[in-house]
C-alpha cells in the first residue's frame, strides 16, 4: 500500500504542470554539495542538493512546506531546490501533526537519505533518486492558511500582487535564480575590474546638487530654510572629479534615480555600472566592456562573440530608423526614391516635390497571409502616434496580380521595385529622416504583431550586441528654440569637428558610444572634455544653461585634468534582456509600479505638518 502511495504522488508530480516546470527548472539550477551553501548555519545542507551519493548520511534541513500528500508525504522547498520528505508507518503522531500544518510552514527536517524504490525515480527532479526518510522536525514558523499568493512559478497572478507582496513573490524559483544570477555576474564584473585591471571602487554621494540639464531629478529638502539637495541621475561628475583627482580608474555599482514616468523599461531608482579611465580614448572603453561581459557571461546562456558589431548613427538610422537597431531580424529600410520618382503613381509622386522628400521601403518575407492590410494600418496609426508625426504617408505594396485582386494599380511599381510573389512591403514617403523613422517603428511593431500571433521573428536565444558610434553631439530641441546635448553636456567633440563648436554646433559628431543589445540600450558612454573654457562655452553659449551650478567641476578641470572617458551599463536593463522578463521590474528585488509606488509599503505617503515645518515646507492648497 505504501508503495503504491508513492507512486501516485510521483506521477502527480509529473502530470502537475505547475510543478513539473518547478521541478524541471530546479534540475538546471540547483546547487550539489556547496559546503558554503549552508555555512554558519544550523542545517546540513540545502534541499537542492542531495544526490544518490547522499543515501545512507543523516541530514538535517530547513525550509517551507510545498506539498503535503497522503498523510505520510512532504516537500520541503528552499532557495535551492525541492526534497521528497517520507513519514515513516511506525510515526502516525509525527503524521497527525503534519495534517495540521498550512503551506508555507516553516520546517526543520531531521531525517536519513534514502533511495527510491526502482520504478519511484522522477527524473525531472534534480533530488529526483533519493528522499529523506524522517526522524524528527520541528516548526519552526507557521504561516496563515491562506496567504495572498501560493509560491508556484507558473501560477496566473497580477502584477499588482506581485508587487504588494514581493517578499511571497521573491519565494519562487524564477525570482530566486534571476537574483543570484544577477548576484554572481555582478560580482565577477568586480573581479575583472578591481582584481584584474586596478580599478578602485568609490562610493559617491547620493545628496548632491542641480545638475544642468539631462533628466528630472528627485529633490531632497534640507533642514536649511530654502536649500535642497537633489539625488544624482548619474555620478557623472564625481567620476570625471575622480579623474581630476587621480584616481586614474574608477568603477561603482550605482545606485541612480530619475524623476520621469516609470516604462517597462525604466524606474525612478534604477542601478548602473559606472566606469572611467583617465589617458583613454574611444576604442580602449569599447575594447574594456567587450571583454568585461565577455568574462562575466553566464556558462549557460550563448557565449558572447567579440568584436561587437558597429553602425555609425546615421547607418543606425538609415538602415534601422532608431538608433538603438534590433539586429535579430532583417527587414532594413531601402531607400527607393529615384525609383518611385519613375513609376507614374500621383500619390507617392506628390509627396517627393521638396529636394528634402525621400521614399523608404522595408520588405517583409514569409508572413504575407498574416500580415493584413488593417494591420499595417493599425501599427501605422500606433508608429505615428509614438513619432508624432502625421505627415508621413505610409503605403502598402503587394503584388496584386499575382493575388487574384481587381484593380491592378499598383503592377507597375511591383514591377520596378521588383517585389516577390511571398514579400509585403512597406513604404513611407515624406521629409528628412522621418519615413526612416516611421518605417523604423513600423518594423518593430510588426515583428510584435507577428510574435503575439505565434510566428517567430526574433530568436529568442540571441543576444545580439551593437555599438553605435558617431552620434550628433548636440540635437535641435523639440520645441525648435534651440540645442540641447544628444548625450549629456560633458560629452566632447570629435578633435577634427572641434572649431565647428564655435560656428556650426549643429554638423559637430560627439566621442559618444551606445552599447546596444537586442534592440535596447544597455550602455552608454564618452570622451569627456576636459578643457574648462570649452566646457564653459559649451554650457553657456551652445546649451543656454547657467553654468554657476557646475562652478566646481569648472574650477577642477582648470587644475590639471587629465584626458578621459567612461561608459555606464544598465545593469537591470542587461539582466532583463538576459534572463528573458518583459520588464526590468522581474529583475529588481523591490522595484516600483508603473506609476512609480512602492505597493508593498505604501509610498511615497503623506507626513504630517510638524515634520514638514522642520523643513520649512508647507503643501499648496489647490
Known sequence: ????????????????????????????????????SVSYTKR????????????????????????RRFNNILVLRDWNGITQVVVPDDKKEIMEKLQTLNYETVLEIKGTVIQRPEGQVNPDMSTGEIEVELNDFSILNT????????????????EKQRLEYRYLDLRRQQMQKILRLRSKMIMKMREFLANQHDFVDVETPTLFRRTPGGAKEFVVPSRQKGMFYSLPQSPQQFKQLLMVGGLDRYFQV??????????????????????????VDREGVIKLIEDLLVYSWPEDSPPVG????????????????????DTRFGWQIEDVTDAIKNCGNEVLLSRLQNTDSCATLIRIKGFKENISKSTITKQRKKACTMLNDTKTLVYVIRDE???????????????????AEDETVVMAVGSNMAPYEALGRMRLLIADHLESKGFQVRPKDAFNFLWVVDFPLFLPKEDGTGLEAAHHPFTDARPQDRELLFTEPHKVIGQHYDLVLNGSEIGGGSIRICDPAIQRYVIENILKEDSSELEHLLFALGTGCPPHGGIALGLDR???????????????????????????????????QAELDFYHIQIKKE
Not at 507512486?7 to 534540475?27: E, F, G, H, Q, V
Not at 550605482?254 to 589617458?279: H, N, V, W
Open 143 to 158: 504561516s496563515m492558511a491562506d496567504p495572498p499568493i501560493v509560491v508556484r512559478d507558473n501560477l496566473h497572478v497580477t
Open 401 to 419: 496580380n499575382r493575388e487574384g485582386e481587381k484593380g491592378g494599380g499598383n503592377s507597375l511599381l511591383v514591377k520596378m521595385l521588383n517585389i
Open 306 to 325: 567579440i568584436p561587437f558589431p558597429r553602425l555609425t548613427y546615421q547607418q543606425a538610422m538609415r538602415l534601422y530608423g532608431i538608433d538603438k537597431p
Open 1 to 36: 500500500m505504501f508503495s503504491r502511495v508513492r507512486k501516485r504522488l510521483i506521477n502527480m508530480i509529473l502530470i502537475d504542470n505547475t510543478a513539473s516546470k518547478y521541478i524541471l527548472s530546479l534540475r538546471k539550477y540547483s546547487s550539489q554539495n556547496n559546503p558554503g
Open 44 to 67: 546540513t545542507c540545502t534541499c537542492g542538493s542531495l544526490r544518490l551519493s547522499n543515501v545512507g548520511q543523516d541530514v538535517k534541513l530547513c525550509g517551507w512546506l510545498q506539498y
Open 574 to 608: 542587461l539582466f532583463a534582456i538576459l534572463c528573458g522578463t518583459p520588464s526590468i521590474r522581474d529583475v529588481i528585488a523591490f522595484p516600483k509600479s508603473s506609476a512609480g509606488n512602492d505597493l508593498m509599503s505604501g509610498s511615497p505617503a503623506p507626513v504630517k
Open 254 to 279: 550605482a545606485r541612480c534615480y530619475r524623476d520621469e514616468g516609470t516604462k517597462p523599461e525604466r524606474q525612478p531608482e534604477f542601478t548602473q555600472l559606472d566606469i572611467e579611465m583617465s589617458f
